[in-house]
Structure formats: structure tokens, C-alpha cells
């Protein structure tokens, strides 16, 4: 079955620290991946993409994401974070079309000074 | 270019009731998605219409339409509200290889 895991609930960090947020999926199918944010009570923006080519994907906000093929995994990186960056995190992948997005359920990342 | 815009913003029904949530896509895109957002299920996908047509169906019961008109807006219909439906629905156009999404219904069923 295609699924998408995100195994972390929530992720503490202070100020300034790095952080990595994990995404794995199923599929047999090649895919595409997403990371969106989602701050309170707005919908979700669109912080990197990955389609093919390079691994490594560079998106907003100093954020990056590195695909792995060989363990389906996905996960969000930045090497220092923000108070600002507090929200919460959905990966999110695409098996049949970019009109269909399968989501995980998410990671709130909670920084603090 | 103006964003995706969701109408009503906000939303209070009572169970029974039926209500139709608005969705304008971002001019030139002509696929509409909509997505439940809900505590407990998470992020689910609902449907996406694409030129007028339904092309694309998730899981959920008949209760849930949509359609889409000439002008690419699209609106969504749930009939016999449940206290269940509660929830986020968020609307997404496609474009340029990804989704951007409005900033959402919040509707509360009593």
C-alpha cells in the first residue's frame, strides 16, 4: 500500500540548533515529494520539491531536504533554526499525479529561546 | 498574481444542515483540489476537478460533491452534516509541477 510516515510527532529545538524532520514512504512507483509548513490557523505553503534530478533540494527559509531512494525517506533538514520557524510540518507525496497528494500526519516543531 | 481564496472563511452549521464551501484558483490553473484537515484523520484528500470535470476521487461518502465551473472555480457540497465534518477544507490549484493551497474553511457542526 502507498503511504507516507512521519514518525515524529512533535520535535523540541532550541533556538539556533539544527534540526531534522523524517519522512519515509511506501511505494513501487517512482514518486515525487513535498515538505509543506503550516502556521496556526492558515493553510500550508510550500517549502521544497522534489521532482528528479539532484538529490539534495534546496527550498525556502533556509530548509533542505535530501531524497533517499534505497530507504524511501525524505527528511527536512536546516542547520539553524528560528523562533519563527515554529509550525508544524507535513510531507507529503505524490504516487499517481500532483493533483493528489497523499500527506503525513505531520510534525509540530516547537522552538524555544 | 493573487493567491488561492477559500469562501466563507469561517462556518457554523448544525447537523442535518448542508453547506457549500468556495474555492477561486490562482488565474490560469485549471485543476481544483480539496483536502479534509481534521485532528484525528489527518490530512485527507476529498477530490480534484479538472476543466468541469471530476478527475480524481478520494475516500469519502456521497454525502461529499463537487463541481467546477467554466471559470475554473470550483465549490464543494456536503449534505446531512455529521459532527464528524468538522473540520479544515482546503482547496489547492495545480501548477508549474505542485499544489498551492488557500488558506482554508473552518467548519464546526453542532
Known amino acids: 500500500a502507498q503511504s507516507v510516515t512521519q514518525l515524529d510527532s512533535q520535535v523540541p529545538v532550541f533556538e539556533e540548533a539544527p534540526v531534522e524532520l523524517r519522512c519515509n514512504y511506501s511505494s513501487s512507483v517512482s514518486v515525487y515529494l513535498f515538505w509543506y509548513v503550516q502556521y496556526p490557523n492558515q493553510g500550508l505553503q510550500l517549502l521544497l520539491k522534489?521532482?528528479?534530478?539532484?538529490?539534495l533540494v534546496k527550498g525556502i527559509n533556509g530548509f533542505e531536504a535530501e531524497f533517499n531512494k534505497s530507504q524511501t525517506s525524505f527528511h527536512l533538514r536546516k542547520p539553524s533554526v528560528h523562533i519563527s520557524d515554529t509550525a508544524e510540518y507535513f510531507c507529503a507525496v505524490s504516487f499517481t499525479g500532483f493533483q493528489k497528494l497523499v500527506f503525513g500526519t505531520g510534525t509540530r516543531l516547537l522552538v524555544s529561546p | 498574481k493573487a493567491g488561492v481564496t477559500q469562501t466563507p472563511r469561517y462556518l457554523i452549521k448544525t447537523r442535518g444542515q448542508q453547506v457549500t464551501l468556495s474555492c477561486s484558483p490562482i488565474s490560469g490553473h485549471r485543476s481544483v483540489s480539496w483536502y479534509q484537515q481534521t485532528p484525528g484523520q489527518g490530512l485527507q484528500f476529498l477530490f480534484e476537478?479538472?476543466?468541469?470535470?471530476?478527475?480524481n476521487k478520494g475516500n469519502f461518502p456521497g454525502r461529499f460533491s463537487g463541481r467546477q465551473f467554466s471559470n475554473s472555480r470550483s465549490e464543494m457540497n456536503v449534505s446531512t452534516l455529521e459532527l464528524g465534518d468538522s473540520a479544515l477544507y482546503l482547496c489547492a490549484s495545480s501548477g508549474n509541477n505542485e499544489q498551492f493551497f488557500g488558506p482554508g474553511t473552518r467548519l464546526t457542526v453542532l
Open positions: 522534489y521532482l528528479s534530478g539532484s538529490t
Open positions: 476537478y479538472f476543466s468541469e470535470t471530476q478527475r
